[in-house]
């Protein structure tokens, strides 16, 4: 698993991108707005991602998201992009995604529950 940080939506506050534990084939973004407002959280308590993820990335077949990381605001909007890594997949796919498109992605299969099927929605570049 991997985890790195950047400030995805611009309120000036540090967010999480993180990867996949083996065998969960799922990725998150959690923004810290989920921190902040979330009853739940308090210091020293375990929370489950299930919980306080904004976005979650489901991914094909038995792949996971093993390796994430920022990239800086590639696209030029003032907000932090990111590249999340598909491990197990033929062509050791990628997706670069602009923060921005988050909320767009989330909608994209008609429900906005935070979910996120890339593979649904594009394909990667290399
Ligand atoms: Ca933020
Ligand atoms: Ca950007």
Redesign the pocket.
Same mark, same amino acid.
């Given at each position: 698993m991997t985890i790195d940080s950047a400030?995805?939506?611009?309120?000036d506050? #540090?967010?999480l991108l993180i990867g996949s534990k083996y065998g969960t084939r799922v990725a998150y973004v959690v923004? #810290?707005s989920a921190f902040i407002d979330n009853a739940q959280v308090t210091a020293g308590r375990t929370l489950s991602l299930d919980v306080v993820s904004s976005y979650e990335f489901h991914t094909a077949n038995n792949n996971y998201f093993r390796t994430v990381a920022t990239v800086g605001d590639v696209d030029s909007d003032g907000l932090a992009d990111f590249i999340i890594g598909e491990y197990l997949s033929y062509s050791g796919e990628a997706y670069l995604v602009s923060a921005a498109d988050l909320p767009h992605l989330d909608a994209a299969d008609g429900q906005t529950d935070g979910k996120i099927y890339l593979f649904n929605i594009v394909r990667p570049r290399w």
């Open positions: 400030d995805f939506d611009g309120d506050r #540090a967010d923004l #810290a």
